[in-house]
């Protein structure tokens, strides 16, 4: 059984920071692909940040290069969404999953596990 617990939302104002985590339970950590997603009202599930396998190259969507990090520690299966320069249309909920595909990391539906999600609010 696999469980994704994530924290560290919160409301911040523009230009400010926040990093989220997501403690991963189970033996997919590694071996599969791990991306963070968010969804704001309205508007479908979009990627973010992720990875192709533990220690592989990360891959952002154009809107959070350069702002947002995505790191791991694999001695507590345990990823990571620095996200700094907050703006406005970065109020979403934000979700971390994991067991997708390496070779198709961009879309949610090919994720396996899903957390329950965190409320991030950027106020202008």
């Known amino acids: 059984q696999v469980h994704l617990v994530e924290s560290g939302g919160g409301l911040v104002q523009a230009g400010g920071s926040l990093r989220l985590s997501c403690a991963v339970s189970g033996s997919t950590f590694s071996s599969s692909a791990m991306g963070w997603f968010r969804q704001a009202p309205g508007k479908e599930r979009e990627f973010v940040a992720g990875?192709?396998?533990?220690?592989?190259?990360?891959v952002y969507a154009d809107s959070v290069k350069g702002r947002f990090t995505f790191s791991e520690d694999n001695a507590q299966n345990t990823v990571y969404l620095q996200m700094n320069s907050l703006k406005p249309e970065d109020t979403a909920v934000y979700y971390c999953?994991?067991?997708?595909?390496?070779?198709?990391?961009?879309?949610?539906?090919?994720?396996?596990?899903w957390g329950q999600g965190t409320q991030v609010t950027v106020s202008s």
């Open positions: 990875r192709r396998r533990s220690g592989g190259m990360t």
């Open positions: 999953a994991a067991g997708g595909p390496p070779w198709d990391i961009l879309i949610a539906s090919r994720y396996d596990y």
